[in-house]
């Protein structure tokens, strides 16, 4: 008895250590374009998952317009990804919301802007680059 119970506790041990290491699979930056209806963007985004709270930011290029925003509500549930934008037009902040899939080096989102529209698309991961060969002497 006392071995079923120490196997179940190693059992629990694991699963509960296999599922926080796959949340922090997503720590990174992630790159993305999005084909819209006012034209390309290009995102890079920036996350980090502590357990399953998600934080990051998000830094853009669209309609000749550059900048950042911090990202909201962010959640990561095994391979479930959220969060939130808010886009200011006009004096009028608009909710962007991001829900996704993490699979790998991929993570395949759809985001809702407002009322007005529903667009899927592909962030990547960005690869660290690689240290630049020592100097020879």
């Known amino acids: 008895m006392k071995y079923l119970l120490k196997l179940a506790t190693l059992a629990f041990s694991l699963a509960a250590l296999i599922g926080t290491a796959h949340a922090a699979d997503i720590d990174g930056k992630w790159s993305a374009e999005i084909d819209t209806q006012i034209g390309l963007q290009k995102y890079v985004y920036e996350l980090k998952a502590d357990g399953e709270k ?24 095994k391979d479930a990804v959220s969060f939130v934008e808010v886009l200011k037009f006009q004096d009028m902040e ?9 699979a790998g080096d991929e993570i395949k989102f759809t985001r809702k802007i407002g009322d007005l529209a ?11 680059a690689a240290p630049a060969p020592a100097p020879k002497k």
């Open 94 to 102: 608009i909710r962007v919301e991001y829900t996704g899939k993490l």
């Open 54 to 77: 998600l934080t990051g930011k998000a830094t853009f290029e669209r309609q000749d317009q550059k900048g950042d925003v911090e990202l909201k509500e962010g959640k990561v549930v």
């Open 118 to 128: 529903t667009e899927d698309f592909v962030a990547k991961r960005v690869k660290p």
